[in-house]
């Protein structure tokens, strides 16, 4: 008995089920491949420039793309660009919190992406933290402190105090 095959199973010949499930596996897989990305040509809008210019530094990575695709989707999610002044505004007191709290140019500088990221931590008052002035409790550096703080000058102190007491006292009332 010989087996007659048809001329279409010659040319394609019975998928099995495994075979069957490949193939729609490759078109799935063929559907998640990435789309390349375009090149960025580097040029960025002035007025960001002029806000990255602004921005304080940071060690580690601060990705200026990133930045910029954040800066875009909050202008494009505000109404006549009214957070661009906001986010210039932020990032000037962001700014000045960093310089007077000692975080410019340290990793716990915020990335800008972050900055500029839906939680608008550009809308934040970033007010510069106070510590009050401690008069120091060694009798020994009142002197040095006194001086310090411009209360007078080295070697003339007030010939009126009489002891520690009065001097921490009068240095007290000066500040």
Same mark, same amino acid.
């Given at each position: ?29 063929e559907k998640k491949k990435p789309k390349p990305r375009k090149a960025h040509c580097g040029v960025y ?55 007077? $709290? ?10 800008? =992406?972050?900055?500029? &990221?839906?939680? @608008? +931590?550009? #809308? ?9 002035? $401690? ?10 402190? =006194?001086?310090?703080? &411009?209360?007078? @000058? +080295?070697? #003339? ?19």
């Open positions: 008995m010989v087996n007659k095959m048809k001329a279409s199973e010659l040319i394609h010949p019975q998928q099995t089920q495994l075979d069957r499930i490949e193939a729609k596996l490759d078109k799935l897989l809008p002035p007025k960001f420039e002029d806000v990255w210019l602004l921005y304080p530094k940071r060690i580690g990575s601060n990705p200026k793309r990133k930045a910029l695709s954040a800066w875009k989707r909050r202008l494009w999610d505000s109404v006549m660009n009214e957070d661009m002044d906001s986010m210039f505004g932020g990032v000037k007191r962001y700014s000045e919190f960093c310089d007077a $709290t000692g975080k410019t140019g340290t990793e716990y500088v915020m990335q800008a =992406a972050t900055f500029f &990221g839906p939680d @608008k +931590h550009y #809308e934040n008052d970033w007010d510069i933290p106070t510590q009050p002035i $401690t008069v120091p409790r060694d009798d020994n550096q009142l002197a040095a402190f =006194a001086v310090k703080h &411009g209360l007078h @000058k +080295h070697g #003339e102190a007030p010939q009126s105090i009489r002891n520690n007491y009065e001097y921490r006292r009068w240095i007290e009332e000066k500040l």
